[in-house]
């Protein structure tokens, strides 16, 4: 069966823009996490969707927010973008929430630049 | 909170020999969950291995086996008869109910 689908794989945003990243779950998996990789910061928990609801949020600023709709596809939006957010940014998927205990299928990200 | 540390930025083994790679942890839980992930440079990160903590036996698949140590909180990798495949950044991580929280990484060259 298919895999965790990433889209767009790269990203160039100028500062002050917004962004929206999407995730496709392995089908049948109805959560979704998204986690940011930095080389400073590492990797970072943002948030989890479930059943079309955001069931845990990490500690980032409201910039950044997300969704998920009936057919458990993702998206995460970025506003007001910063030289900061640059990122890899990694989804997640699992058959339900609260599943980090059994190890999650990823994606295989989306490079995002902010110049 | 949780903190996972990996004191090993990189790491280097010859073609068909054995690497061991650390990592160390912090909780006060007595219940978790731990992780070795793989990821190569298609970003994708994989799933290497997962230790339960109230398991006494560690964890094996095929050329990977951990050594578990909770009362120390260790939980290393070891990689036998390394191949030219296994080259990537390996993440320690600790399950925290809905969250994998990471250690830094372990850049891991295979010299052929």
């Known amino acids: 069966k298919a895999g965790v689908t990433q889209t767009p794989r790269y990203l160039i945003k100028t500062r002050g823009q917004q962004v929206t990243l999407s995730c496709s779950p392995i089908?049948?998996?109805?959560?979704v996490s998204w986690y940011q990789q930095t080389p400073g910061q590492g990797l970072q928990f943002l948030f989890e969707?479930?059943?079309?609801?955001?069931?845990n949020k990490g500690n980032f600023p409201g910039r950044f927010s997300g969704r998920q709709f009936s057919n458990s596809r993702s998206e995460m939006n970025v506003s007001t973008l910063e030289l900061g957010d640059s990122a890899l940014y990694l989804c997640?998927?699992?058959?339900?929430?609260?599943?980090?205990?059994?190890?999650?299928?990823f994606g295989s990200g989306t490079r995002l630049t902010v110049v | 909170a949780q903190t996972v540390t990996q004191s090993q930025p990189e790491m280097s083994v010859q073609e068909a020999e054995t690497v061991t790679l650390s990592c160390t942890y912090d909780?006060?839980?007595?219940?978790?969950?731990l992780f070795w992930y793989k990821q190569p440079p298609s970003r994708q990160m994989i799933l290497v291995i997962r230790?339960?903590?109230?398991k006494q036996q560690n964890a094996t698949e095929n050329r990977f086996s951990v050594n578990f140590q909770k009362a120390a909180k260790s939980f290393s990798l070891k990689i036998s008869d390394s191949q030219l495949g296994d080259a990537a950044m390996y993440f320690c991580?600790?399950?925290?109910?809905?969250?994998?929280?990471w250690g830094a990484g372990t850049k891991l060259i295979i010299k052929p």
């Open positions: 230790q339960e903590a109230y």
């Open positions: 991580a600790y399950a925290s109910n809905y969250q994998l929280i």
């Open positions: 969707y479930f059943s079309e609801t955001q069931r």
């Open positions: 909780t006060s839980e007595s219940d978790y969950y």
């Open positions: 997640a998927s699992s058959l339900t929430a609260g599943l980090a205990n059994y190890g999650y299928t």
């Open positions: 089908s049948g998996h109805r959560s």
